[in-house]
């Protein structure tokens, strides 16, 4: 499956992704592929690390109650996503804007720029040191 990624922002409790699938309708296996490989490492290096505390800590929080019947025993991300389908240039940097001020909505940092899990310092400083970017041409 292919996209371009347009934009990204990585918050403590969620992520934003702004993507052009190719095709349109991957949408969904593109994002259920992702939950599964990154749920799998960051579950994995959880595991491999008991000697921090913060690690069994997350390991407990993550774990599934035993009344789920299912192969996973800890689970990372919400089953859902909330896929919103962007078809005008302005509808896209829009989304963009919202997506690199939510960590200044929280609280978390005083602009965009200081937040640096996020597509910001792509389109404002060229820096794509941190994950590499798509331009739309």
């Known amino acids: ?3 371009l990624l347009l934009g990204w922002v990585l918050m403590p409790d969620h ?4 993507l052009k699938p190719q ?4 949408t969904p296996l593109i994002l259920k592929g992702l939950k599964e490989k990154t749920a799998t490492q960051i579950i994995k290096t959880l ?9 069994r800590k997350m ?17 990372l991300w919400q089953r859902r996503f909330y896929p919103y389908n962007v078809y005008s240039e302005k509808k896209r940097l829009e989304k963009l804007n919202y997506m ?3 960590p200044v909505k ?10 640096l899990l ?7 400083l060229q820096d794509a040191s941190i994950l590499r970017m798509d331009r739309l041409e």
């Open 59 to 75: 390991l407990a929080r993550l774990r599934l109650p035993p009344t789920v019947h299912d192969e996973s025993h800890h689970r």
């Open 47 to 55: 595991h491999e690390n008991p000697e921090h505390p913060w690690c």
């Open 1 to 3: 499956m292919k996209f």
């Open 23 to 26: 095709p349109a309708e991957t």
């Open 100 to 102: 690199h001020n939510n």
């Open 118 to 124: 996020s597509s910001w310092r792509f389109y404002f």
């Open 106 to 115: 929280r609280g978390l940092v005083s602009s965009p720029g200081d937040w």
């Open 15 to 18: 992520f934003h992704l702004l």
